[in-house]
């Protein structure tokens, strides 16, 4: 049996196994948060080297982009560099392909009609794919990166301007210690209600699920989110806000969708070819074989 694990600097109530059969390969896939202890990521990666199939990064990227620039996230070098033997991945190949390719099987499906929707998109640099696809979409594109990261109220309305300060900042925020840019451990069990302005307005809320949930307000009737991993407790409490249509990128297994670093460590690892090596054209292909399609479930 394959073994893809996830090690996340996330809150450990979120830790979860599934095992699942992927093109006539038996996996079995984990999530083990480390409640925003680095030390301890790296410790459990240096432990598991070279005894799993691949890892995923979880609650932490690699690297953040500025149109067509990447910029390495300092906190983020120790634990890729933790795995000597096993393949290690943050996501970013599927958010590139995958997420992509979300948008477009939804409004092919008629399951939204983008152009015109306005779109809160909390934070695009860790989700260019995303990004990308819904301003080709036509949609009117709110991007809150500096709101919710830096707690600037200043939102971008273009790939233009989010490109030109991502080009500014990314050097500097890029060697900012990550906890300041982005909830883990403990942090990603709270919701302190803020920025709601920008959550009424929108039509749709996109990004990163506890970017959303960190200041996401009470009321969220007839909202659609778009995001990737949510366990059985945050849908109960998106229900309850009132949102109408949730949406993950990556499918259900056994009743939570994992992050795309855990599905990019899936693909990788059935490609059998080094992370480095991998093109977005092989991702797709597997992707193709796979069939894999979002989940879609109306709430309220």
Same mark, same amino acid.
């Given at each position: 049996m394959k073994r893809v694990i996830s090690v996340s600097l996330g809150s450990s109530k979120r830790n979860h196994?599934?095992?699942?059969?992927?093109?006539?390969?038996?996996?079995?896939?984990?999530?083990?948060?480390?409640?925003?202890?680095a030390k301890r990521a790296i410790a459990l990666i240096n432990e598991l080297d070279g005894k799993v199939d691949a890892f995923g990064m979880g609650g932490i990227d690699l690297y953040i982009w500025a149109g067509k620039k990447r910029y390495i996230l300092r906190d983020a070098v120790p634990i890729a560099k933790a795995a000597k033997v096993t393949p290690i991945v943050d996501g970013s190949g599927v958010k590139n392909t995958l997420e992509r390719r979300v948008i477009s099987y939804l409004q092919e499906n008629k399951v939204i +009609?983008?152009?015109?929707?306005?779109v809160l998109m909390v934070c695009a640099v860790d989700r260019f794919g995303m990004a990308e696809s819904l301003t080709a979409a036509g949609c009117r594109m709110v991007f809150g990166d500096l709101i919710f990261t830096l707690g600037i109220p200043l939102p971008m309305t273009s790939l233009r301007s989010l490109h030109l300060v991502a080009s500014v900042l990314g050097p500097i925020v890029s060697k900012l210690p990550f906890s300041l840019l982005y909830p883990t451990g403990e942090k990603q069990e709270k919701v302190e209600p803020r920025y709601a302005k920008y959550y009424a +307005?929108?039509?749709?809320?996109?990004?990163?699920?506890?970017?959303?949930?960190?200041? !996401?307000?009470?009321? !969220?009737?007839?909202?659609?989110?778009?995001?990737?991993t949510v366990t059985a407790d945050d849908v109960e409490e998106l229900k309850k806000r009132g949102v109408k249509l949730l949406i993950t990128t990556t499918p259900v297994l056994n009743g939570r969708s994992f992050g795309t670093n855990v599905m990019e460590g899936v693909l990788v690892t059935l490609a059998g070819k080094p992370a480095d090596q991998m093109l977005p054209a092989d991702y797709l292909a597997l992707l193709d074989r796979i069939g894999f399609v979002p989940r879609i479930e109306e709430l309220n």
């Open positions: 196994v599934a095992e699942v059969e992927i093109l006539g390969e038996q996996f079995r896939v984990e999530r083990v948060g480390t409640d925003g202890d +009609d983008f152009p015109g929707k306005k +307005d929108a039509d749709i809320v996109a990004g990163d699920f506890h970017f959303i949930r960190r200041y !996401m307000p009470e009321d !969220m009737s007839g909202k659609t989110i778009i995001t990737n």
